[in-house]
């Protein structure tokens, strides 16, 4: 009984992980901006914090291509911050997929419990500071 108790929980926490965050990506978000105002995308982000791992899809359009840039960095709205994760920047069709592993697991659970402190962004030859931006959200 107590082992199925323990997998029952496990199941649960492990869901609770895998929960995909959000973002709308924008020029006129980039800071300091903008960006590519003719630019837009999104950015799903699933943390996997018992792994180590960060897994994202990104679909931008209306920017130059392929780009040559994408991160999570951590700062609030309005405000540039530092990279915290890099992500495999969108090819030519406008989209990347993958997971980034040996990833902090004080970061991940950071991002899962203040996703908004948290944005992705995409830069390309056109804007190398960035091109588009959005925050994280649930």
Known sequence: MLVLVLLALGSTVVLAEGRPLSATLT???????PGDLDGSGTA???????QGEVCFEITVSGILLPATGAHIHAAPAGIAGPVVVPLTPPDAS?????CVTGVDPDLI????QNPSDYY????????PGGAVRGQLSK
């Not at 020029?27 to 901006?33: Q, R, S």
């Not at 799903?44 to 018992?50: A, C, F």
């Open 27 to 33: 020029g006129a978000a980039e800071v300091p901006g």
């Open 44 to 50: 799903t982000i699933t943390l996997n914090q018992g």
């Open 94 to 98: 406008g989209t990347s997929s993958g």
């Open 109 to 112: 659970k950071a991002i899962r």
């Open 120 to 127: 992705a962004n995409v830069h390309n030859a056109d804007f």
